[in-house]
């Protein structure tokens, strides 16, 4: 669809000449040969962007944008004056009057054309933007998601939704929600910054709705991230009595008390590590199918589609054939957000995991693997894990990072190592292996 321009000016040659090259250019364009007529034409036509001289009669350039930005219909739209005036008052006072640029004539038309096409693009930036956190809004987020199906480069979309908001929102008010909204945004971009690419892409969809783009090898670190800095950060935007109970008390229809769960963040991620996409619909819809069992899960948690194209089960990460041996773990960990996303994530996977609150309980249990992080481990525990290991038991320690030097292998009290930020994928690799040769 072509942009719209509107040319008003009351000298007939500058109107030709702007018309027959914005036409040239692939503009449609719209005339006006009086201040009047071309403030008529813009709340008619509805322009993309106006071309407006300063000196005409019946009303000057100046009236005209004024009366342009009081009418909500076409307050957004962007003014270039054309001036024969070039002094500073002048162009302050077209300024001040509404115009977002000005060119003094003559012009030259190749400024002209260059300074009407970044116009347009920074209004349908502007416009696409979310009003409430902004960030880029749906025409963005289409387009990039357009971009990511017709390219061969690997790719992950997170789809982020606020869990019980609608609650919130009743409670405490929509704009005391927006806060919410906004604080949801900042702690995106912080992760991204944090744990993703430099180029990372981030939309708000409406709503308690965002997307996140980055690619796969990202996506454990963001999405482990992202819970942490959202259950950390948003039991402060409740009064301090919801935040002790655990829940808000709301009113059913009936006029019945009903207690409401504090928000949480459900994370549905899918990738082009082993399906492909050929359209921004089939990675929304892939994405829609995995949220709804994100959903359903009572707490912060993310899940991630790992299906090839060719499957169709519900299980969005591994099956595990008839032949295979059922795989159990003790986890031994302090960070509430693991303790609540590795049962899910690996139970996806066909592997219970028993949470366990220390290395003597996880090691009395009869499990594959015990997995411990190394922030709990002190040199009593690094002794027990040893003597555990040299008895057979697989240990699987999560950390330190893989840059401070640990390459996975074996060291006197660990059987493995997974480096921070975790990838599920791997761990659940890594706990097959162990269980087929637990101690080397």
Known sequence: MKNRILVV???RLIVTLLKVNLTSAGYEVV????GLAGLKAAIAERPDLIILDVMMPEMDGFEVARQV???TLVSHVPIIMLTARNTSESIVAGLDAGADDYLAKPFDMTEVLARVKAHLRRSRTERSLNPITNLPGNIAIEEKLKQLAASPEPFAVIY???????SYNDSYGFLQGDVVLRTLGLIILQCITMCGNPHDFVGHIGGDDFVICSTPDKVDGLCQQLITS?????PKLYHEDDRKRGYVLGHARDG????HPLITVSLAVVTNEYRSFDSSGQISELVAEVKCLAKQIPHSIYIKDLRSSRASAQDASYERGPEDPPLSVALVCADRTLRLVLPVTLGRAKIKVMVCDTVAEALSTDVTAVIVDD???DESKLGVLAEAKENGRAVIVLGPPASDGDDLGATRTRTACLPKPYNFTHLASLIRQVHCCPAG
């Open 230 to 234: 959202f259950d950390e950060l948003m």
């Open 160 to 166: 982020t939704d606020i869990d019980n908001f609608k």
């Open 9 to 11: 000016d009351d000298n």
């Open 31 to 34: 005339t006006a040969n009086d």
């Open 69 to 71: 930005r009081n009418n």
């Open 256 to 259: 019945q008390y009903v207690k």
């Open 375 to 377: 922030v709990l481990l």
